[in-house]
């Protein structure tokens, strides 16, 4: 029995028929582990051992790495975050399908493919402790910086999916988002003008099944990737615990947008095991027993099945992934615990690329403000212009 199918018809599930993993889906391995036939295995079929041991030690890692931060947010060391526990594969199977010139605009969620852009551990907590208003230097990973705003990355992905069109090269653009931000208009704009300029850009939504406290089947009565096909754009249904489907779609996607294909969409069916932020209670709204349902899908546990049916998951193997999870958790909370706060005119940095008087008089004011009190600086920061020097250094966490 095939289970891969591309949505491009309505299809109606039973019970929250946007938000359900029953009906069909693209799916390579199963929770047991075990693998099915599909017509997307020829997508994955360079996967070898050691890249099939890689993928599932970033899992690890990147779910490492979310509960060192939740810890660090419950110790008062972050203000906030946003868990991505559950959504391993989803992240993790896209991400990597990614060359370095593609660009990605994601969420606030997608710290997992940061970690792939080659994001470090203290610019993944500078936002979260309130340090910096941005973590990295997008150009340096080509990967925007987060956005809280829910959906305005999909607006950004397209235009620049259009500025890719005109410099003709083969990049391709991916904006990810959750199932809640399809119904913001920015999303629906976004695919306005991806389809209406033929743009080589990835639609990915992370179908976690909850917007914040509100269940997905309350604004999607079917499957969220029907919606992709009135736009003109080619769609498709994923399991978005299995980490080798999530990479088959998303190359297929990427395939099509650097042959000139233009636009897909992808809604990968996961699940938000963990809160929607640190701020959030899910037990308030969240019935124990689909969690408990969910987590017999758990997407590390799946590759780890895989891996030892086929025998590549050895001691020496676990004890390894273990400790990189460990070193990593360790820089981590170094970095977020012995970061300097940022100067107070700081705030003032990267505001705009050119000089602006008007800015310069804010700064100004709040310069006396300061003095006022005994906490003027000794030597002001200058507001940052595009093509100098940028407040500080790149190594104290200041982007241009």
Known sequence: MRTDVSLHTPVRTPHDAGATAAGPYVQ??????????????????????????SL???MVVIRRIDTEATALQRQGQLGLWPPLLGQEAAQIGSART??????????YRENGVAWCRGVDPESLMRVWRGNAAAGWDPFSVNMAPTQVIIGAQALHAAGYGMGVVADGTDDAV?????????????????????ASFHTP???????NHWAISEPVGLQAQVPIANRAP?????????????VLAVMAVTREALDRARS????????????RMGPHTTADDPTRYRDAAELEEWRAKDPISRVEALLRAEGLFTDEFAAAVAARADTVAAELRAACIGME?????????????EPNSWLDNQRDEYSRYLAVYGTEEDEPHPVHVHGTDPVGTEEEGNTP
Do not use: K
């Open 28 to 53: 390579l391995v199963r929770p047991d582990g075990s693998r099915v036939a599909s017509s997307y295995d020829h997508w994955v079929d360079d996967v070898d051992p050691d890249q099939l041991r």
């Open 56 to 58: 599932y030690q970033d």
């Open 98 to 107: 990614l060359r370095p010139s593609d660009f990605v605009f994601g969420s």
């Open 174 to 194: 991916i904006t990810y988002f959750g199932d809640g931000a399809t119904s913001q208009g920015d999303v629906n704009e976004a695919m306005v003008f991806a």
């Open 201 to 207: 850009v990835v639609f990915f939504c992370t179908n």
């Open 230 to 242: 009135g736009f003109g754009i080619p769609s498709v249904r994923v399991d978005g615990n299995d």
């Open 260 to 271: 000139g294909g233009g636009p897909s969409f992808i809604e990968a069916v996961t699940y």
């Open 341 to 353: 706060p940022p100067a107070a005119l700081d705030i003032f940095a990267h505001v705009y690329a």
